[in-house]
T-cell receptor, first 116, second 116 residues
Framework: DVKVTQSSRYLVKRTGEKVFLECVQD?????MFWYRQDPGLGLRLIYF???????EKGDIPEGYSVSREKKERFSLILESASTNQTSMYLC???????????????FGNGTRLTVT | AQKVTQAQTEISVVEKEDVTLDCVYE???????LFWYKQPPSGELVFLIR??????QNEISGRYSWNFQKSTSSFNFTITASQVVDSAVYFC?????????????FGKGTKLTVNP
């Protein structure tokens, strides 16, 4: 079974802090994604990556950056956390042979970030 | 942007009842894929099914079944003899690979509560 592991289940950070959310997958998947999930808004794509060192903006990249130095690890960075970034963050991966989404996404169990 | 509508925000049923979750999607494309994901209280989205637009056969997997109606752009999900463990948020997600912008579009989700 694919395992996608997010390093923290809950995080509390202060406004202005630099925040790192880490995600690791163990199935050699090419594609990795970061979503945020908010009540009433559903899942929104922040960034994705289809290869090491490659990244693409999703629908809501403002205030975020990402890093993919190794195939198995995809980090989401909040350069200067703000209260409107309080949310549930979900990492996902998929096999990349036939495109980004032709294969199912495998999700981690999320990081609930609170920015105070 | 192409949209997906899950009109039911929340549904509450009693165990053993059948329940249908609706999904209506917009598309201008002839080729697309349709996904359903389940998000139990633990937070991790779990893949349930993927269908492509050329396969209009309905699908049954145990107590789960999916009714794909291309003529009405709907891909509804039925749980037969619901159980408490079915309590979760369910997301319908079409994927449109054409048009130069691959995108998986998540619906806002339907929260299903199955009461004992």
């Amino acid at each position: 079974d694919v395992k996608v592991t997010q390093s923290s289940r809950y995080l509390v950070k202060r406004t202005g802090e630099k925040v790192f959310l880490e995600c690791v997958q163990d199935m050699d998947h090419e594609n990795m994604f970061w979503y945020r999930q908010d009540p009433g808004l559903g899942l929104r794509l922040i960034y994705f990556s289809y290869d090491v060192k490659m990244k693409e903006k999703g629908d809501i990249p403002e205030g975020y950056s990402v890093s993919r130095e190794k195939k198995e690890r995809f980090s989401l960075i909040l350069e200067s956390a703000s209260t409107n970034q309080t949310s549930m963050y979900l990492c996902a991966s998929s096999l990349g042979q036939t495109g980004l989404y032709n294969s199912p996404l495998h999700f981690g169990n999320g990081t609930r970030l609170t920015v105070t | 942007a192409q949209k997906v509508t899950q009109a039911q925000t929340e549904i509450s049923v009693v165990e053993k009842e059948d329940v249908t979750l609706d999904c209506v999607y917009e598309t201008r494309d002839t080729t697309y894929y349709l996904f359903w994901y389940k998000q139990p209280p633990s937070g991790e989205l779990v893949f349930l099914i993927r269908r492509n637009s050329f396969d209009e056969q309905n699908e049954i997997s145990g107590r789960y079944s999916w009714n794909f109606q291309k003529s009405t752009s709907s891909f509804n999900f039925t749980i037969t003899a619901s159980q408490v463990v079915d309590s979760a948020v369910y997301f319908c997600a079409p994927f449109y690979p054409q048009g130069g912008s691959e995108k998986l579009v998540f619906g806002k989700g339907t929260k299903l509560t199955v009461n004992p």
